[in-house]
């Protein structure tokens, strides 16, 4: 046969048309596996395992399934790939279109026509005469890039999917199609380690983004391989590039010497990330161009909003939103809309944090965004918004965390901290603005103790004060927190002088609160430096006017160092009274912190009169109180008190580990300052001495290193593993303070929760919400320093409401 003569698919259809003889049915048994076009992969397929079976497992239950994501995080190539696993399964083959290419829907329509070979007469009639002459394929479809065609790809698909029934549907778009029936899997960066993550050469390479890296950088840099002197930077340029494969790929190529070199270079992605290589795809060429193409999509409301989002250096939810890029031609009413356009372009990310929905914009996306508020001149307009809703959002979290909101709060700002963090930079950038940066960094007094942040907390106040004058109130209240975190940390050499100059300006201030607040200080000094009568003098005058002016937060913080002071001074009695009151006190506010402090120093008073058991106990229900938080300070001090018990209790190698652990959490504290637990070095080192002696010198460093490895997870598993097994006791020392411990509503909680009723249940039976019931359950189960619902039924029987 001629080639002139020969039948190809395209000439068959002709004739069958030309004949008027064809169906459907007639049409589709032309069509074979091997006219479909798969184009071949230039590079290696790195990851995206989990992304596939979740796509694999989707396509087989729904017949339109879009890939979505920002530019360049892959969605053509697991597109394409999910298109070469499956194709078996379609007996008319797979055909793929590269929209990016066309103009128009008529462009569109010849596209997906000329992949499936039929004549002109039927693609020219538009999308309804394509799918009747498909109408019997059993072929899979992909629609590559429908970014700027996506209605016309929307009218084209459900042509389709109305009328060829066996056809499947893959697009990718970095929105939503908008089609009834589809399904959406949302594409993100490639795996990286966390930020606080240690890696080593060997476990990096399991993420998935890195692992990327290092193929691509071999490929131009031969014998390159992530080592010990790399993995670290590394690390560094790809959580910095969002995991993004087009960014990677950009990074990996580039004729930079050393890793370090990327890292710098990257600041400036948009120059540095680009390639000249006219056979790459144009908006692919740079980060730039792929960006300001997402960017040409968006409405110019979205467009406007977007650029005052990037003010928000990560996480945000909705109310942050509202409240800080609202405003001129921003109506509030319209933020969700503009959130949710944002989102289906693929513009935000969203996760759940705490079942409530956080948004944020990828780093290049964000950076874009800061370009463009900063050409219309809002920049810092926007910038002290966020500033200001950071500073509300303190100043509410201080003012009620002596309260049963402790926890909520502290989840609040764990969650928004880098927001906090952005907050204090702006403010401290510019003297103007640092006023209200101290204010901030100050209010976060408490947090930063709690998060275990207190280098953190100091270095921002150290900055702040180097910027405010005298004798202003935000410097005194920066001045107060400033020496907590100094004397907390051990830092004796700086804390003195910040002290003896809190003091005076808050007698210059005429301030009776920050008076107060001043003695109280001069009372912690004064316990850092082993003299407890002078803190007894300071911290008691402290506590009265903490109580005339109403200071929750003093009053708890006093009764705390007074019951400390009276502990390590050998004043069981006194120490057991102040704790009790300041356990009473605490669960009648609702709050846990400042009690797993108080039963601390209960606990310590009862074991210096010789109750090992019951101390253990109530310092086991403190460490289950800290670990709502992530305060290795407190927990510090419970591991060393535990060490002693250990000790009196014959268990040497267990000793040994607590004092390790315990050594690790004051260098948490101190940031490799001096130890965060001086006032009590010389016990310290008593309990190592009894620990040698009953487990040998070498045993006892074994067991002290291995203690000083431990995570937090392992630590608590040290302290709680044995006491988890035996149901809860209570000290007398707290027990006579327990009918205040819950709320009337959490009482009601409770109640049902012993009923073994699930959240569901008592969201139905109460008609609250079930996030509602869990908030309760949280705070019932931490206020009794339980770990399970079942404690809780047993608590309310031995009350007498079981």
């Not at 965004?369 to 966020?386: S, T």
């Not at 009918?739 to 959490?746: A, K, M, V």
């Not at 009923?755 to 509602?772: D, F, P, Y």
Request: glycine letters at 8%.
């Amino acid at each position: 046969m001629s080639p002139e003569s020969e039948t190809t698919p395209r000439s068959l259809l002709r004739m069958i048309g030309d004949q008027g003889t064809s169906s459907p049915g007639d049409v589709a048994t032309l069509l074979r596996p091997e006219s479909a076009e798969m184009p071949a992969e230039l590079a290696s397929f790195v990851g995206r395992r989990r992304e596939l079976s979740e796509a694999r497992s989707l396509l087989s239950r729904s017949r339109l399934l879009t890939f979505t994501g920002v530019g360049g995080v892959g969605k053509s190539r697991l597109a394409l790939r999910l298109a070469a696993a499956v194709r078996g399964a379609y007996p008319d083959g797979v055909r793929v279109v590269n929209v990016a290419a066309l103009s128009d829907g008529r462009a569109l329509t010849r596209a997906v026509g000329d992949a499936f070979d039929l004549p002109e007469e039927h693609t020219c009639r538009g999308p309804t005469a394509v799918a009747e002459a498909l109408a019997g394929a059993r072929s899979l479809l992909v629609l590559d890039n429908c970014d700027r065609l996506t209605d016309a790809c929307a009218e084209l698909v459900l042509a389709l999917l109305r009328t060829v029934a066996d056809m499947r549907i893959v697009a990718t778009s970095r929105s939503l199609l908008g089609v009834f029936g589809e399904h959406v899997l949302a594409v993100t960066g490639l795996s990286v380690p966390e930020p606080d993550q240690p890696v080593m050469p060997k476990t990096l390479l399991r993420y998935e983004a890195p692992a990327l890296f290092a193929e691509r950088r071999a490929a131009i840099q031969p014998g390159f391989r992530i080592d010990a002197d790399n993995c670290a930077m590394v690390a560094v340029l790809c959580r910095r590039l969002d995991g993004n494969p087009l960014q990677i790929e950009l990074a990996a190529r580039r004729p930079v010497p050393t890793i370090e070199q990327l890292v710098q270079r990257s600041g400036d992605r948009f120059e540095f990330l680009a390639t000249q290589r006219t056979l790459v795809e144009p908006r692919h060429r740079s980060l730039r161009a792929l960006i300001s193409s997402s960017f040409e999509l968006c409405s110019p409301r979205a467009q406007e909003f977007w650029a005052r989002l990037s003010v928000f250096p990560r996480d945000f939810d909705l109310a942050a939103a509202e409240e800080v890029c609202s405003g001129g031609r921003v109506d509030r009413a319209e933020v969700l809309d503009l959130v949710t356009e944002l989102v289906n372009g693929s513009i935000l990310l969203r996760h759940d944090y705490d079942g409530q929905p956080r948004f944020r914009l990828p780093s290049a996306m964000r950076e874009y965004g800061r370009e463009r508020l900063a050409a219309r001149g809002d920049e810092r307009v926007f910038l002290r918004r966020h500033r200001d809703w950071c500073l509300s959002l303190a100043r509410r979290a201080e003012a009620e965390w002596p309260t049963h909101r402790q926890l909520e709060w502290f989840a609040r700002l764990h969650s928004e901290h880098l927001n906090l963090r952005a907050a204090i930079d702006f403010s401290l950038a510019t003297r103007d603005e640092a006023g209200a940066g101290a204010e901030l960094a100050a209010a976060l007094g408490s947090y930063w103790i709690a998060s275990g942040r207190l280098g953190e907390g100091r270095r921002c106040l150290d900055r702040a004060l180097t910027l405010l004058p005298t004798p202003a109130a935000p410097r005194a209240k920066a001045l107060r927190a400033a020496t907590v975190l100094a004397l907390l940390q051990g830092d004796i050499s700086a804390g003195l002088p910040l002290l003896a100059e809190y003091r005076t300006a808050a007698h210059d201030l005429g301030d009776r609160s920050e008076i107060a607040h001043a003695a109280q200080c001069s009372g912690l000094a004064s316990i850092c430096q082993a003299d407890f009568e002078q803190a007894h003098r300071c911290l008691t005058q402290a506590l009265a006017e903490h109580r005339a002016l109403g200071d929750l937060h003093g009053v708890l913080a006093a009764l705390v160092l007074l019951a400390t002071a009276a502990a390590l001074a050998g004043d069981g009695d006194r120490a057991r009274t102040l704790g009790a009151e300041c356990v009473a006190t605490s669960q009648a506010l609702g709050e846990a912190w400042y009690r797993s402090y108080a039963q601390w120093a209960i606990g310590d008073a009862l074991w210096q009169r010789g109750e090992a058991r019951q101390a253990t106990e109530l310092v086991q229900d403190s460490v289950r109180l800290h670990r709502h938080f992530n305060d290795w300070l407190g927990v510090g001090l419970c591991l060393g008190l535990l060490a002693h018990t250990a000790v009196d209790g014959g268990e040497g190698e267990r000793a040994a580990q607590l004092l390790g652990a315990c050594r690790a959490a004051s260098r948490k504290v101190t940031c490799g300052r001096a130890s965060a637990y001086r006032f009590s070095h010389g016990r310290g080192l008593r309990c190592a001495g009894q620990a040698r002696d009953l487990i040998g010198s070498s045993a006892f460093t074994v067991a002290f290193s291995r203690g000083t490895e431990l995570s937090h997870s392992q630590v608590l598993a040290l302290v709680l593993g044995a006491a988890e097994r035996k149901p809860k006791k209570v000290h007398p020392a707290t027990e006579n303070a327990c009918d205040t411990i819950l709320t009337p509503r959490e009482h009601e909680v409770a109640r049902l929760i012993a009923k073994g009723m699930s959240n569901k249940q008592i969201a139905t039976t109460l008609v609250i919400s079930q996030r509602t019931v869990g908030s309760h359950v949280e705070h019932i189960l931490c206020k009794l320093g339980f770990t399970s619902r079942s404690q809780v039924a047993s608590w309310l029987a031995r009350s007498g409401e079981g």
